[in-house]
């Protein structure tokens, strides 16, 4: 099982990214896929997470109308399309393998296979 996250960079305040997260060594439409971020000192908050078959997208208060989370069934890859960034979207983002459902997709304990990181920095 991999997951390679790619697309992290610096952006200005109300610029927007899209992170993209490849998935590779298990049926991708099995498994729900989430982001999560870390901060600098802070722990890691569940950002977003996908469905792949499905659909069902669920998202942080913090991101709602901001970020949405498509996905390429036939790439095995879902993206992380954030808009409208802030300096307090500054974190690594994660991609994982796991799910949750609605209640629990944001808990680090329902995914088994992480991604290696990528950092995302707003400037101000």
């Known amino acids: 099982v991999q997951l390679v996250e790619s697309g992290g960079g610096l952006v200005q305040s109300g610029g927007s990214l899209r992170l993209s997260c490849a998935a590779s060594g298990f049926t991708f439409d099995d498994y729900a896929i989430g982001w999560f971020r870390q901060a600098p000192g802070k722990e890691r908050e569940g950002v977003s997470c996908?469905?792949?078959?499905?659909?069902?997208?669920y998202y942080a208060d913090s991101v709602k109308g901001r970020f949405t989370v498509p996905s390429n069934n036939a790439k095995n890859t879902v993206y992380l399309q954030m808009n409208s960034l802030k300096p307090e979207d500054t974190a690594v983002y994660y991609c994982?393998?796991?799910?949750?459902?609605?209640?629990?997709?944001?808990?680090?304990?329902?995914?088994?296979?992480w991604g290696q990181g990528t950092q995302v920095t707003v400037s101000s």
């Open positions: 996908i469905d792949p078959s499905g659909g069902s997208t």
């Open positions: 994982a393998r796991g799910g949750g459902g609605e209640y629990f997709w944001g808990s680090e304990w329902e995914y088994d296979y």
